[in-house]
């Protein structure tokens, strides 16, 4: 497709668990971002990537929360031992040279 | 980057035009004004941004004081599908620049 691609769309875990979250940004676009977003409220930074490094972590709440992207392409948001707190929708946005971000739908996270 | 302030909720009839503003008063020279959108259950959109002169696109228009300390997104004819949470960010300019979002201004366009 033509758009950033995130999924899955919605996942349900139980406290504790393991999740990944997955990216595909739009072809050729270097930049990734991941944010969160809680409801009512507006998103809020995690990580950006700039081709396969991680540029800047500041936004990540703690080492639970890990991205990669190996191939300076698809990135996945790794969350350990998910809690209650974890449960928002999580953002993906890729972005042109000139800095424009475009966003996909969001992965909706709901911990139990 | 530089805080901004925007209501929290407008409303605006069908067909008229729809005036956001956004309060930026502590803006540095090298920060442009960002407007994004957000469509109740998906991503956000981006809409116009500007430095300081005003900004016209097929969505909307971007207008930003002489002084920069504030500016207006215009919607010229708002329709019901502009119902969403607009957001003003001030950042710079470039690829790897982190978007600060607020709590934005939740516009209704109503019948």
């Known amino acids: 497709g033509a758009g950033v691609s995130q999924t899955p769309s919605n996942k349900v875990t139980e406290k504790g668990k393991y999740v990944e979250l997955r990216c595909d940004p739009i072809?050729?676009?270097?930049?990734l971002y991941w944010y969160r977003q809680s409801l009512g409220q507006g998103p809020e930074f995690l990580i950006y990537f700039q081709g396969t490094g991680a540029a800047d972590d500041s936004g990540l709440p703690n080492d639970r929360f890990f991205a990669v992207r190996p191939e300076g392409s698809v990135s996945t948001l790794k969350i350990q031992r998910t809690e209650r707190g974890d449960s928002a929708v999580y953002l993906c946005a890729s972005s042109t040279p000139a800095g424009e971000l475009f966003f996909g739908e969001g992965s909706r996270l709901t911990v139990l | 980057d530089a805080k901004t302030t925007q209501p929290p909720s407008m409303d605006c009839a069908e067909g008229r035009a729809a005036n956001l503003p956004c309060n930026h008063s502590?803006?540095?020279?090298?920060?442009?004004v960002y407007w994004y959108r957000q469509i109740h259950s998906q991503g956000p959109q981006y809409i116009i941004h500007g430095l300081k002169n005003n900004e016209t696109n097929e969505m909307a228009s971007l207008i930003i004081t002489e002084d920069r300390k504030s500016s207006t997104l215009i919607l010229p004819h708002a329709t019901l599908r502009d119902t969403a949470v607009y957001y003003c960010?001030?950042?710079?300019?470039?690829?790897?620049?982190?978007?600060?979002f607020g709590g934005g201004t939740r516009l209704m366009v109503k019948p």
């Open positions: 072809s050729g676009h270097t930049a």
């Open positions: 960010i001030v950042s710079l300019w470039n690829a790897g620049n982190m978007l600060t």
């Open positions: 502590t803006i540095s020279g090298n920060e442009y």
